[in-house]
């Protein structure tokens, strides 16, 4: 795990002056990574760093002569049109390009001039998917969701037996796999509505969101390889927001025997800024279980996973009608939770991931599951809010809601902060429900 060091120095200053504001989610001590063009442009992607309300372009920030060493290797390669070979690098050349890059955007560094070339104002940017996703892994890693969902099915008996023992998972779609600002239609299938005999078909009526957090990988692994739980956060490049929409009255019908299908593969949406593990350093806790838990198997279980496996990082969701943004009404807050109440760390979710010899790549996507907090205004999806539809929420406009509606958009937000240390944030993962295609 990354250690302290002088890039998460809270007195920092950059010379782009508007990553210095209190309130920014990009100051110096971030510094996320994304693909972008300038808006409206037939442009190629190309790999920037976020810096206040600017982008940095790596390449050219590298081809101007900002960047020596492995900082410049790492930086070239950054600069295409995914980060697929940033993330192949690993842990040492990550580190030597942020430390790079650190020390260029500081206030008192003679590289202003070279540099303020290379900088697009964000508001000007458009982004793509930041990796060329091999493979897409949904995780279920939050006790407290699961425990929601299961008391509607089960209200005796609402966690099954596995789910304190393995980090359960399984594969999703990759793409449909978007990025903020994706727009989708309602989906279409089959549901079994109460007490009737056969299936109907048509739009999805019990439309969700997911408050995720989406992980990618690093430089992966042989097959057959397991990667130890002690070594798996040098395989992990970094951390963003995801969406994993989900139409609950479709999962309902189709899940059982193999589980979602057309309930989860229509859309999933990513925030554009990854922002890395050493960035989040500052914001480690400590992992543990209840006493009374099963404590992880040897293999799911290291001391230093103990003493910093958790992320206090705060997640929020935002949700507006189309008539609300027609009345220029802001988004209303439906939930503040955090990650630190997730019942399986990263580490864990690589060290079972590879266990039986599975071999991760770099730009694979790990979805963390929908996160729940503790109490039900911590509950990261409409299903437990609404108490699977039973207790609608009003909104400002007057209008309610148990499910999404067409017109529909949800803003999940993240960031970190604690006293004396800089506070940073992931932007924003925005997605719009539009109306169903129909045959």
């Given at each position: 795990m990354y250690e302290l060091n002088e890039t998460h120095d809270a007195g920092l200053r950059s010379w782009v002056e508007s990553a210095n504001a209190p309130d920014t989610d990009f100051p110096l001590q971030n510094l996320p990574f994304a693909v972008y063009r300038r808006q409206g442009s037939h442009e190629p992607l190309r790999g920037g760093v976020a810096i206040g309300d600017q982008i940095l372009d790596l390449n050219a920030a590298a081809t101007a002569g900002a960047f020596e060493g492995e900082a410049a290797v790492a930086a070239r390669v950054a600069g295409g049109e995914t980060l697929n070979a940033l993330m192949a690098l690993g842990p040492r050349a990550w580190s030597a390009l942020r430390l790079a890059l650190s020390r260029a955007l500081r206030e008192g560094f003679d590289t202003q001039k070279t540099l303020s070339a290379c900088l697009l104002p964000q508001a000007q940017a458009e982004y793509g998917v930041p990796a060329s996703i091999g493979d897409y892994t949904d995780f279920y890693t939050s006790v407290h969701h699961a425990t929601n969902i299961g008391r509607q099915f089960r209200p005796d008996n609402p966690l099954l037996p596995n789910y304190k023992w393995v980090p359960i998972g399984y594969h999703g779609r990759v793409s449909s796999i978007g990025v903020s600002g994706q727009a989708f239609?309602?989906?279409?299938?089959?549901?079994?509505?109460?007490?009737?005999?056969?299936?109907?078909?048509?739009?999805?009526?019990?439309?969700?969101?997911?408050?995720?957090?989406?992980?990618?990988?690093?430089?992966?692994?042989?097959?057959?390889?397991?990667?130890?739980?002690?070594?798996?956060?040098?395989?992990?490049?970094?951390?963003?927001?995801?969406?994993?929409?989900?139409?609950?009255?479709?999962?309902?019908?189709?899940?059982?025997?193999?589980?979602?299908?057309?309930?989860?593969?229509?859309?999933?949406?990513?925030?554009?800024?990854?922002?890395?593990?050493?960035?989040?350093?500052p914001f480690r806790m400590p992992f543990s279980r209840p006493a009374d838990d099963p404590q992880p198997l040897p293999y799911l279980d290291a001391s230093s996973d103990r003493a910093r496996g958790a992320l206090d990082l705060q997640l929020e969701v935002h949700l507006q009608s189309q008539n609300m943004r027609e009345q220029g009404l802001a988004p209303k807050r439906l939930t503040h939770t955090s990650y630190r109440h997730a019942y399986w760390t990263i580490s864990q979710l690589v060290a079972h991931h590879t266990i039986n010899g599975c071999n991760l790549k770099p730009g694979d996507l790990f979805g963390s599951g929908t996160l729940s907090g503790p109490t039900l205004d911590q509950a990261g999806a409409l299903i437990e809010l609404t108490k699977g539809g039973k207790e609608p929420i009003v909104m400002p406009d007057g209008q309610m809601r148990t499910y999404l509606e067409d017109g529909d958009t949800v803003i999940l937000k993240g960031w970190c902060e604690r006293p004396g240390v800089r506070r940073i944030g992931f932007g924003e993962c925005r997605g719009t429900v539009l109306q169903p295609k129909t045959l």
């Open positions: 239609p309602r989906p279409m299938g089959q549901t079994l509505p109460p007490g009737a005999l056969q299936p109907e078909f048509g739009p999805c009526k019990r439309l969700d969101y997911e408050l995720e957090i989406g992980i990618f990988v690093g430089p992966g692994n042989v097959a057959g390889e397991p990667i130890p739980i002690a070594e798996a956060e040098a395989h992990v490049f970094g951390v963003c927001l995801l969406n994993d929409w989900s139409a609950r009255d479709i999962q309902a019908w189709e899940y059982q025997p193999l589980g979602p299908f057309l309930s989860k593969n229509f859309a999933t949406t990513l925030s554009p800024w990854i922002v890395t593990l050493e960035a989040l350093a």
